[in-house]
């Protein structure tokens, strides 16, 4: 008998359910200043361009480029073992220089992916309900 192994799963709290339930609706989003229209990423409490406590959430394009990746060799937890290697990465979204997010790049060969890489989201399931937001090469 085999036991399921889950994923590390997400822990949704009132800054970050928007996020996952975007992403369950395979939209991008991200929290927005309602004041100023800065965008961050983890959300936070205040904002960090104009302190601001109204803060929102808005969808964005997806678009993306590659700011920074590694290909993890060794699984730091059980349910990565069957999945190496696969590419851990910064992506810098369009909307905002320095906006960046911690993601997979999939749908590609490891060895080929370069920092500056275009890149789009897509969502792949998690389990349990989580929908966790990737990025692939972006369509030419
Ligand atoms: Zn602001």
């Known amino acids: 008998m085999t036991t399921e192994v889950l994923p590390p799963l997400p822990l949704p709290n009132e800054l970050t359910a928007a996020f996952w339930d975007g992403a369950n609706q395979g939209k991008l989003v991200i929290q927005r200043c309602n004041?100023?229209?800065?965008?961050?990423?983890?959300?936070e409490p205040i904002c960090a361009n104009c302190l601001s406590f109204d803060l929102g959430y808005a969808a964005v394009?997806?678009?993306?480029?590659?700011y920074t990746f590694c290909i993890p060799t060794q699984a730091f937890h059980p349910w990565f073992e069957d999945k190496l290697p696969f590419v851990l990465a910064v992506v810098e979204l369009d909307e905002q220089p320095g906006l960046k997010m911690i993601t997979n790049i999939v749908e590609t060969n490891p060895d080929n992916v370069k920092v500056g890489d275009r890149v789009e989201v897509t969502f792949s399931p998690l389990g349990e309900g989580f929908t966790l937001p990737v990025f692939r090469p972006a369509a030419q």
């Open 61 to 66: 394009s997806g678009k993306g480029s590659v």
């Open 35 to 43: 004041a100023c229209g800065h965008f961050q990423h983890a959300p």
